[in-house]
């Protein structure tokens, strides 16, 4: 079956540090790979996607960046945080055919940055 | 540019009563709609997919259909439970190049034991 694995679960960080957010998903091969931000009070955000390794799009333009070194791992960094940069981060997959069935979260990262 | 909005925006109830959540969106070409349930702090759980060649999906006590050309969706729970408390989120997959996924700002269910 299909899992998806996303770390860590809470992160306190101050701002002007680095940041690095990791997701990595088993038991499927060639998902697209989503990251979303839910600031407190508001909806999802979509932030970035991929459809393939190397293949990154951006929503928003942000302090963030993402990349996918593998097929079925997706990272989400910062240089540089800024407060506005906290928020809940959840990462997600769905099948390569969206015929397939459902998009799949993994359990979120809460990001505070002090 | 898709907008999808769900009604009402918080919801409590006593346990036991049957429940409609609403959700509708503004661009009808859709691929699929995507019912999910958040619980506090936690990630999403998909709860029922339905394609937009379908008018409704059913798991357990769950039932949501699909009136793609009014840009409707609506969510029914029977017979509701306390653990049924959480966050349901609607979104919608569609429009021109990669199909993303747009989201209400959900509704907020409370039901009371």
């Known amino acids: 079956s299909q899992t998806i694995h996303q770390w860590p679960a809470t992160l306190v960080q101050p701002v002007g540090s680095p940041l690095s957010l990791e997701c990595t998903v088993e038991?499927?091969?060639?998902?697209?790979l989503y990251w979303y931000r839910q600031a407190a009070g508001r909806g999802l955000q979509l932030l970035f996607y991929?459809?393939?390794?190397?293949?990154i799009s951006s929503e928003v333009p942000q302090n963030l960046s993402a990349s996918r070194p593998q097929d079925r791992q997706f990272i989400l960094s910062s240089k540089k945080l800024l407060l506005s940069d906290s928020g809940f981060y959840l990462c997600?997959?769905?099948?390569?055919?969206f015929g397939q069935g459902l998009d799949t979260f993994g359990s979120g990262t809460r990001l505070t940055v002090v | 540019k898709q907008e999808v909005t769900q009604i009402p925006a918080a919801l409590s109830v006593p346990e036991g009563e049957n429940l409609v959540l609403n959700c509708s969106f503004t661009?009808?070409?859709?691929?699929?709609l995507q019912w999910f349930r958040q619980d506090p702090g936690k990630g999403l759980t998909s709860l029922l997919l339905?394609?937009?060649?379908?008018r409704e999906q059913t798991s357990g006590r769950l039932n949501a259909s699909l009136d793609k050309s009014s840009g409707r969706s609506t969510l029914y729970i029977a017979a509701s439970q306390p653990g049924d408390s959480a966050t349901y989120l609607c979104?919608?997959?569609?429009?021109?190049?990669?199909?993303?996924?747009?989201f209400g700002t959900g509704t907020r269910l409370l039901v009371s034991p």
């Open positions: 997600a997959w769905s099948p390569g055919d």
């Open positions: 038991g499927t091969s060639n998902p697209n």
């Open positions: 991929s459809v393939g390794i190397g293949q």
């Open positions: 661009d009808s070409a859709i691929y699929n």
């Open positions: 339905i394609q937009s060649s379908q």
């Open positions: 979104a919608v997959r569609g429009g021109t190049g990669f199909q993303k996924l747009v």
